[in-house]
Structure formats: C-alpha cells, structure tokens
C-alpha cells in the first residue's frame, strides 16, 4: 500500500487487542519498523517474533516514532493511559483509532492538543482479519495537513480517507454506517421470518435481498438531493402509499405469527409525517421525523 518514500517510516501502536494486532501486523507487513506497547505484555510476543519492537515503557513507545497510532478499549482508557503522571505528550503526533462518540473525539482532540500533541481521529471500518487490504476502509478526521503527511504510513492499514477539520466526524461517519449496517440487517431478518412461514430457507431469499438492497441504494443519490434542497416532490410514489404498504406488511407479520415491531415502528413514523402534511411529498421527507429527538 506504501511508496518507497514510505517504506520505512516507524510507527508505535499502543493497544494490542484483536485490532491492535492487526493493524500493527500490518505496518510490519508494509516494512515499517513498528514498535508496539501494551499493558499487558505478553501480548506483544507475537508481533515481536515477527519483528516488532516492544517498548519497555509507554514514554518509550512515544518516543520511537514519529507517528503513534492508539487502539484502546474506550477514550477512557485513553486518557488513563496518555493522562498517567511522566507521560509525555508534546511534540508527538498521535492517530486515535478508538471507538467512541464524535463528542468524545472532539473532546480527545482538544485534550491532546493542550498537552502539545498533533491529534487525528479515527475509525475503522473493517474486522481485524481485512486490515491490510484494500477493503479495510479507515477514516480520519482532523487537521487536513496533519493527515496528509502521514497518509501514505497509514495506507499500510487499508483504503485510508479524510473526512474533513471536524476531529468528529470519523465517529459520527462511524455510527451512521452502523444506522445502514444494522437497519438493512434486520430488515432482511424481518423477511427472512416471513418467508420461513413458506418454507422458503435462508440461503434462497439471501440472493433475491440482495437484488432489492442494491436497487434501493441507486435511489440514494437521487433522495439525498431532495433532502438538501428540502423538497420532496412525489416524482416515484408518495409517503400516503407506502404507508398503506406498510400497513400490508404489518398485517402480513401478525397473521403469519412474525414479530410486527419493526414494520410498525416504520408505519408510526410515517403516519406522524403524513400527519403533519407531508403525505403527498416522497418518501425522504421523513428525514423531518428523524431529526427529532
């Protein structure tokens, strides 16, 4: 993933759960010299039989390298560990890729910044064993040059991306795509259980999910435009009748003995948008509902 300018640019991981590993292994993959540190250990025996560096104390990790990359447990863990008394921050550039809130990433940025510390944010989209590759998409967020510099050592970890200024917005991309991951899977689960009442197996309607999921995605574009200009002209079918679709799916679900609290969750939504007006514009105006807290 790296040019040649990069090949042996050092690198500290500090945290070395499943993640950490990974992304560690990664970097020594990529030729970088990686130095690495945990709390407990005996967790670096792996990687340093494959050549990593293990730092005997956390100052010394922050210290070998010019780029230290954080994989921790939470931002509390964070700041125990960055925070403890000796810990030397300034001067350091630190990539955080702990999961976390955007409030606490901002707050995290802040935080570093004090101490004297270049501070990007960061979140992972991908499990450990896609680390490396080009289908591990990690995201960043913070100062633009910071993350220019140092783009081609974190393109060792995969598809790397600025998101933009904002330290929060690698978090707040990070929980939308867990909104996306987690609605189209229990989607396909509500109808999963429908068709099983038909004797219809998993593997079958998988494929036929797949089709729809991808046509849905091409009205993306085309509904997020709606959305900024804050029109929703009925131009495919108006909210009135995908509620009354969302009705045949309810009824569908109790006759049939499936759990109906999904759908009705979606038809209570719609039917507040169409109570207020909204009836006759297209489906994305719901975005009004979601807005709410």
């Known amino acids: 993933m790296n040019d040649n300018s990069t090949a042996h640019t050092p690198v ?6 499943l993640m950490g590993q990974a992304l560690a292994g990664a970097f020594l993959n990529a030729g970088h010299p ?4 945990n709390r407990t250990s005996a967790k670096t025996a792996p990687l340093v039989a494959a050549g990593a560096r293990s730092a005997p104390t956390l100052g010394d990790a922050l210290t070998a390298s010019p780029l230290t990359v954080i994989c921790l447990t939470d931002y509390d863990a964070v700041y125990e560990l960055l925070g403890a008394e000796g810990v030397e921050l300034h001067g350091t550039t630190l990539v955080n890729l702990t999961s976390g809130s955007s409030g606490e990433a901002r707050a995290a940025a802040g935080w570093a910044e004090e101490r004297g510390a270049r501070y990007l944010d960061g979140a992972i989209m991908a499990v450990p064993p896609g680390i490396g590759t080009a289908d591990a998409v990690i995201l960043h967020s913070g100062p633009e040059g910071l993350f220019e510099v140092h783009a081609p050592t974190l393109g060792a ?8 200024e904002d330290p929060g917005l690698a978090s707040l991309y990070d929980v939308a795509g867990l909104a996306m991951m987690w609605s189209v899977l229990n989607a396909w689960l509500q109808g999963t259980a429908l068709l099983a009442t038909a004797g219809v197996d998993a593997v079958t309607y ?9 046509g849905v995605a091409d009205w993306l574009p085309g509904y997020a435009e709606q959305i900024d200009k804050g029109s929703f002209p009925a ?3 108006a909210l009135e009748t995908d509620a009354r679709a969302m009705e045949h799916l309810i009824e569908e679900s109790e006759t049939l003995g499936v759990n109906a609290e999904l759908p009705k969750l979606i038809k209570e939504m719609a039917a507040r948008a169409i109570a207020a007006g909204h009836g006759g514009e297209q489906y994305p105006v719901l975005i009004e509902e979601f807005r709410k807290p």
């Open 34 to 37: 990686t130095t690495v540190w």
């Open 12 to 17: 500290t991981v500090i945290g070395l759960g």
């Open 157 to 164: 970890l995969g598809t790397v991306t600025h998101l933009g």
């Open 235 to 237: 131009e495919v079918s």
């Open 206 to 214: 998988a494929s036929f999910a797949r089709h729809i999921a991808a």
